[in-house]
């Protein structure tokens, strides 16, 4: 899993304002690595439609876990990784999912119960 950014002093910037990749991955190497959090392997939920979107998120945000509470957009999602993400999700579920619910609804709870409703 991805760092949380609450652990890190201060992202570094670049002269656009973007975030300094490489500037940031020194720092987290350089004392930086008792801030990533330790989590446990993924927790299967028992309901196979929860897991396989829990697969989609983690393959398109490139994470191994996903909470319940976690906020797409603050994992890392842009609008083109929520398009990414629908395709997947309309191609594995057969399902109508419009990218609009990824925006309604960033939280995975959130989008679990919307994409669980269009079924």
Not at 16 to 28: E, F, M, Q, S, V
Request: aromatic residues 6%.
């Amino acid at each position: 899993m991805l760092p949380r950014l609450s652990t890190v002093p201060g992202i570094p910037s670049g002269p656009t304002g973007k975030a300094d990749r490489k500037a940031l991955l020194a720092a987290l190497a350089d004392g930086g690595a008792e801030a990533v959090a330790v989590t446990a392997p993924p927790q299967g939920s028992g309901d196979p439609q929860v897991d396989l979107l829990r697969d989609i998120w983690c393959q398109v945000l490139h994470l191994t876990d996903v909470a319940a509470d976690d906020d797409f957009f603050t994992l890392g999602g842009d609008s083109l990784k929520a398009t990414r993400m629908t395709l997947k999700v309309r191609k594995q579920l057969t399902a109508a999912a419009p990218v609009s619910a990824v925006f309604e609804h960033p939280d995975f709870r959130g989008y679990c119960a919307a994409i669980t409703a269009l079924r």
